[in-house]
């Protein structure tokens, strides 16, 4: 992968006009064109590697992966309180048309709902969204938001209705029914490798796919940890993911230059066995900090802490280093769930089977929220 310092050395070498309102010019480099497939029955030709926005920043990041052809960009409108749509918007710009944007909403009210689609469209700068999700729901949402999504689309202020969920397996026959058309979901290496254990996100994709329902991976890298002396198993996880026909595209959050260029480079590369023993390796260090979202939790704490949910939360702050996203969402929580202390009960009842640390991490996600 090439450096952050060594881009600079190259792009300080072109010619100026290249480096126009510090936008790099990656005309010439040799950094590989990225592949496409085409998104279940939308028709949407995107690429595999697709830019997850959130958290990001900085314009020129977002500028050199057009430059780098990709064409898939999303986020959402909590994203830093709404300024991640407004700074896509701003690095769009007139090629906003030539890319598919999609962005969600979390909220669970028609009349918000409307409000937020209104202003996703004015701080994206377009008229129109490719994919609007109804998001973060593991249970079906309300009949109002539903028919409202499709008179968003009926109104032509959405092209396809999306639905993003972490529990995509307990859904399948909802999401089919529903006739969404594309669904976003997690899906990583850390799911479907334990054959003694076989993961249920490996028979929803199948049905997704057999339903023509275009998937979008998410939580691609597994929390990203990084391994031991900074090693990055990154691009092993993502082309873990990419061998799975049934994953059209994908997510992923990009922050700087380095990580954008070590992607694309990943995504043109087959995996290999070599991958495999990174990962296995990799899986057995944050086995007692990554929660799988297998969901098997629900309903053991007896304080009624929605443990998946709170984990999740402390992935974002402590993995992801997006603390507002974290310390927001755990806010959102009813107030007697917030007020709960794992390290009150004498011994915790909740069992992962994967191996989760759960006292210990919920303990950490209480210290770093409450």
């Known amino acids: 992968m090439a450096s952050r310092r060594s881009f600079l050395a190259t792009a300080l070498s072109l010619p100026a006009v290249g480096f126009a309102a510090g936008i790099p010019d ?23 590697l697709g830019f997850g926005a959130e958290g990001v920043s900085d314009v020129s990041v977002i500028r050199q992966a057009l430059d780098l052809g990709l064409n898939f960009f999303d986020t959402a409108h909590a994203y830093q309180g709404g300024n991640n749509e407004r700074t896509l918007g701003v ?51 309300a009949d109002e938001l539903l028919s409202f999504q499709q008179a968003a689309k009926k109104a032509g202020k959405i092209r396809f209705a999306g639905f993003s969920t972490h529990a995509c397996w307990k859904l399948v026959d909802f999401i089919k029914k529903a006739n969404f058309d594309v669904v976003m979901l997690p899906y990583n290496f850390t799911m479907g ?15 997704m796919a057999a339903a023509g329902v275009g998937v979008v991976a998410i939580k691609v890298m597994a929390g990203g940890h990084r391994g031991p002396q900074g090693h990055t198993p990154f691009p092993s996880a993502l082309r873990w993911t990419l061998r799975r026909p049934e994953i059209h595209t994908t997510s992923i959050s990009m922050h700087d230059h380095d990580q954008l260029e070590e992607n694309v480079r990943a995504a043109e590369t087959p995996f290999s066995e070599a991958d495999e023993k990174t990962l296995a390796a990799h899986l057995e260090r944050i086995r007692p900090l990554y929660c799988r979202m297998c969901y098997q939790c629900d309903g053991q704490c007896p304080q009624g802490l929605p443990v998946a949910d709170v984990l999740r939360y402390l992935m974002y702050a402590d993995s992801y280093r997006q603390f507002d996203h974290g310390y927001q969402s755990f806010q959102a ?22 191996g989760v640390a759960v006292r210990e991490r919920l303990t950490l996600a209480q210290g770093m929220f409450a």
């Open 26 to 48: 990656t005309a010439n480099t040799k950094t590989p064109a990225p592949r496409f497939r085409v998104l279940g029955k939308t028709g949407l030709k995107v690429t595999e």
């Open 91 to 141: 690095a769009l710009g007139a090629d906003r048309k030539k890319v598919i944007l999609s962005s969600r909403s979390y909220v669970k009210d028609r009349k918000m709902l409307e409000a937020e689609l209104d202003l996703s469209l004015r701080e994206l700068k377009t008229d129109y969204l490719d994919i609007w999700y109804l998001g973060a729901n593991d249970r079906p949402p």
């Open 193 to 207: 490798r334990d054959q003694s254990a076989p993961s249920p996100v490996n028979g929803a994709l199948e049905a």
């Open 333 to 354: 929580l009813p107030g007697n769930v917030r007020t709960v202390r794992c390290q009150d009960c004498g011994r915790c009842s909740v069992s992962c089977p994967n």
